[in-house]
């Protein structure tokens, strides 16, 4: 009588690529999980095909950082350079998403331009355009535009358009609230902000009209599917924007929700394959179409 059953197909896999790293190197938060070099990525994705795993999404560690986040949109930037190993030799086996925002290439760990101690919304924009048409370039499927910038998803529409990749979707981070739960990729991406916090521009966790309001001025702005992040401490705004909105909906089980079950399996507390297969089960149940999960690859091993 089961009717939700969690399958290959709903689960992206998120790699983070680190242009210093010369072999694997282990995330202290994130147990059992790493940053690649460009070399290692080709091998994961390849284990990712050999599973059934068709999509992921990628972070990029720069080798260098400034005010501006150019390493963002660089052309041999280290996402595009990784877009374009994946796509010669796996072509369209996989699904590439990219994350576009600043926070990982910006010397102060803010998601945008910073002027006079702020985070300025406009001037953003027009580098977040940069970032999607250089992902684009590089062969990208979807860009996911995280930086939570007002009008981020019409900027990047219309760039992208302007620049050929009309056929290219949007999977926007509508709802990303201001959550303790990405402080392990913080530590992953290096991106922890020096000054501040991100509550200008990320949302507070005690509301709700407003995530819906986000989510609706993204549908309007053109997105093709709505993110939710995080997923479990959020399962009450995924059920209700699938009430409400007829778009496909994406939910980030994000990197804290990751350690807090691994931290526990470590310790014996808790069945880790049980945990995770009922924590993903329930975040489809709300109604999430596709699950960003680091457990993508677990999950690849044992289901049926
Ligand atoms: C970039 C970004 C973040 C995450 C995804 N994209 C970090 C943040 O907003 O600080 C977090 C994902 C996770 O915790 O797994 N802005």
């Keep these: 009588m089961r009717k939700i059953r969690v399958n290959r197909s709903d689960l992206v896999y998120p790699i983070f690529v680190d242009e210093r790293a010369q072999k694997p190197m282990p995330i202290e938060s994130m147990p059992e999980y790493f ?12 284990q990712m095909i050999d599973l059934n795993i068709k999509a992921l999404i990628l972070f990029g560690v ?28 796996f072509g369209d086996q996989i699904v590439i998403m990219t994350d576009i925002c600043l926070c990982e290439y910006t010397t102060h760990g ?10 300025d919304n406009d001037s953003t924009l027009k580098i977040l355009e ?7 370039q590089a062969g990208a499927d979807i860009v996911a535009p995280s930086a939570m910038m007002d ?8 760039a992208l358009d302007d620049s050929g990749f009309n056929h290219l979707g949007i999977m926007a ?16 991406a290096e991106s922890k902000p020096e000054f501040g916090d991100r509550k200008s ?9 407003e995530a819906l309001r986000e989510v609706e001025l993204d549908i309007r702005e053109g997105a093709d599917i709505v993110m939710i992040k995080p997923a479990l401490p959020y399962l009450d705004l995924i059920y209700r924007v699938k009430a409400k909105f007829e778009i496909p909906l994406a939910a980030y089980n994000v990197s804290g929700e990751y350690t807090l079950v691994k931290a526990a399996a470590q310790k014996g507390w808790i069945d880790e394959k049980s945990a995770i297969l009922e924590i993903l089960t329930s975040i489809k149940r709300a109604g999430a179409d596709l699950i960003i999960t680091y457990f993508a690859k677990d999950v690849g091993k044992w289901i049926d």
């Design 151 to 158: 009008g981020q998803v019409k900027a990047i529409r219309d």
């Design 201 to 209: 521009y990320q949302m507070d966790y005690g509301n709700l009209n």
């Design 173 to 188: 981070y509508s709802a990303k609230y201001s959550s303790c739960f990405y402080g392990p990729f913080r530590e992953a």
């Design 62 to 89: 720069p080798s260098k950082k400034d005010e501006t986040g150019s390493q963002a949109f660089a052309t041999d930037g280290v996402i595009q350079r990784t877009i374009r190993e994946l796509k010669r030799e």
């Design 110 to 119: 803010h998601c945008g331009i910073v002027k006079d101690g702020e985070v």
């Design 130 to 136: 940069k970032v999607a048409v250089s992902q684009a």
């Design 35 to 46: 940053r690649l070099p460009i070399e290692y990525v080709i091998k994961e994705v390849q």
